[in-house]
């Protein structure tokens, strides 16, 4: 599958979370991003621990809009809220995404985590200010 991100040099935070693109559909303004948590993501009681899922929400969303907008714009997260469903154990996750609004200065994504059972995990409801998408390709 050819996508925008061909290209687009995998940061190490998404390299950790063994950032995958999966599918992205420009027309329906959504992607599917798969995901790998191993025990380096938990926590105490044996489960992965929120703030690596609320990054695996993050790096779906985020790579929506800049799927959906062909690289036109990217928006760095302001504002989110994230919620955590069920524990999730280690494993692989799909992260599946879709821009909600996207104005001159404000966009809205949302998304959900699933666990490789099909069941959702985390939620969450991301606000980001709308930049250039050149930017987003530093050298």
């Given at each position: 599958m050819n996508s925008i991100f061909d290209d687009f040099p995998t940061p190490s935070s998404a390299k950790l979370l063994g950032w995958e693109v999966r599918a992205v559909d420009i027309a329906a303004q959504t992607i599917e991003i798969g995901f790998v948590a191993d025990d380096r993501f938990l926590n105490p009681a044996g489960t992965v621990q929120g703030g690596f899922?609320?990054?695996?929400?993050?790096?779906?969303?985020?790579?929506?809009?800049?799927?959906?907008?062909?690289?036109?714009?990217?928006?760095?997260?302001?504002?989110?809220?994230?919620?955590?469903?069920?524990?999730?154990?280690?494993?692989?996750?799909?992260?599946k995404a879709r821009v909600v609004s996207l104005g001159r200065t404000?966009?809205?994504?949302?998304?959900?985590?699933?666990?490789?059972?099909?069941?959702?995990?985390?939620?969450?409801?991301?606000?980001?200010?709308?930049?250039?998408?050149a930017m987003a390709r530093r050298d």
């Open positions: 899922l609320a990054a695996m929400l993050d790096d779906t969303q985020g790579p929506a809009l800049y799927a959906a907008t062909e690289g036109a714009v990217y928006a760095p997260t302001i504002d989110f809220h994230v919620v955590c469903l069920k524990p999730a154990r280690p494993g692989r996750f799909t992260g404000i966009a809205v994504t949302e998304a959900e985590l699933f666990d490789e059972g099909g069941t959702l995990v985390a939620r969450g409801t991301f606000t980001g200010r709308v930049m250039e998408g």
